[in-house]
């Protein structure tokens, strides 16, 4: 017999936090089955912190957080390795896209989840909560396997916020960022890269090595960002950004 099972998806922010403890409020209508976070790699160190923090507050509620993905070993192999076809075939990849979804959300996200429920749970049917606030409404996507709890509570990014506060999981990284994710994604805002820059120096000296080392194999995405680490330095000194 088929038996549906749900997963929350979490990624450390304040919509998915919100929506956790707002579920686990409301468990007769959201039931949770597990709660999967992608461990890119790449996260802030604090990241970790916060996640035992969570993991702790769960511990009443019989959950716990599963924590997929292989990371950094992933990250190498797609970003060292070379495209297969089109006008870049046979170049190394480097840094992800900047537009549109990049290889990085699919391997780092997306297949470690598939990879999962094929494993684990191939005989379930699979409902995803995915924490969309009610003020996003147009990143919703139709699918019978996802619902949006969050636009079902009526909560928009900024009640997410004030509703962790409320609660005690506040994410200190809100202190620094507007939003939470990779330190090393290239589609991160300037103001953000000014507290990378700034606050976290030897992350930002990781981004530089890795670029050094793309620039050095002619990868077809070589600079962080298109404009490049040196660039965006550069404008911090001259502009205070």
Known sequence: MTKTKYFLMFSGGKDSTAMLFKCLENSEKYPIDEIIFY??????????????????????????????????????????????????????????ITIGMSWCTRE???????????????????????????????????????????????MT?????????????????YDDFKRTGCYLCPKQNQKSLKVLINKYPELWDNVKIMEKFFIKNDSAFSLFAIKGTAYFEKKLKEYDL
């Open 39 to 96: 461990d890119t790699g790449f996260e802030f160190p604090y990241m970790y912190d916060y996640l035992d923090l969570i993991d702790k507050k769960l511990e009443k509620y019989g959950l716990k957080i599963t924590r997929l993905g292989e990371g950094k070993k992933t990250w190498n192999k797609w970003s060292k390795g070379c495209f297969t076809r089109g006008k870049l075939n046979g170049k190394m990849r480097g840094f992800p």
């Open 108 to 154: 780092l996200k997306i297949c470690p989840f598939n990879k999962y429920i094929k494993t684990k749970h191939k005989k379930n049917n699979i409902i995803k909560y995915i924490g969309i606030a009610s003020d996003e409404k147009k990143r919703i996507k139709k699918d019978k396997n996802i619902i949006y709890p969050l636009v079902d509570f009526n």
């Open 157 to 173: 990014e900024n009640d997410c916020l004030e509703y962790t506060k409320k609660i005690d999981v506040y994410n200190k990284l």
